[in-house]
């Protein structure tokens, strides 16, 4: 049973090439849960006739595939017209286990955090089952999120088991929200935006015969101009727009010097390579000494942004 009777809880499944997992995954949510609903991501495959004689199942139709993140949208704004308290999002291709919903949301209930997410690093025998590349991948792509979404203390960013509140929700600007997978990062940086308290929770994945949607050539290529793109989103928005405390001035002095720094010495250096003239020590040191001073600032910064996340 959830951990209070007062809540109403909406479980949300994006429902696109998961016809053989489907209806086992529907069939394994618990009895607490009031609304399950299935979003029809154009599928292909017609995977949400697997369940659609199910009459406690709502089914609801994207007309054409909108990607994880159009789906979780389209089904979030049902479960904010349903009446809904929490909306979990829960894969439909067994991967989530149902049964750790519980988990999942008691530090909403219980401790008042606004968004809780499963963290499959905590659970060194079960990192054994995750395919070796998809785990170097995210290995990888943790640090660099956590950094662009300023929850710091928190691992595992991409994992797409979570549950976050109707009244957080509403705040989030959900149109503007990626549609693909970049979906549960966009999510993150957005929540830091708006003070959103974030609680990771230790669930491990399963893994069967699958397959991933998401190619490694994708991340290389997408994700790097998405988290660069977001970061400075965030950081604007956050330390510019909303606010504007010390790291706001550590930055506004860091990273200029950083740049200059950096292109007074390059063009110093090639001059220096072309011409065949040493550069004096004083030329040195106008490049050499913004860096210095930048590295500090960006420090001061990246600490204050690392205490926020608390």
Known sequence: MKPT????????????????QIRSV???????????IVVNDACPED??????HMKDVIIIHNKKNLGVGGAMISGYKKAIELGADIGVKLDGDGQMDPIRIQELISPIILDGFDYAKGNRFQDFSALKSMPKIRLFGNGVLSFWQKAVSGYWKIMDPSNGYTAITVVTLKKLPLEKLSKRFYFETDMLVNLNIIGARVKDVAIPAKYGAEKSSLHVLRILVEFPFQLTRSLIKRIFLKYYIYDFNMASVYLLFGVPFLLWGIVF???????????GIVNSTGTVMLSILPIM??????IAAINIDINSSD
């Open 293 to 298: 001073l930048s590295v500090n600032f960006i």
């Open 47 to 52: 995977s949400y006739k697997e369940i659609s």
């Open 265 to 275: 010495g390059t063009y110093r250096w090639w001059f220096s390579i072309s011409q």
């Open 5 to 20: 009777n007062k809540e109403k809880i909406a479980v949300i499944i994006p429902a696109y090439k998961v016809k053989a």
């Open 26 to 36: 529907v069939e394994s949510i618990p009895s607490f849960v009031d609304y399950i």
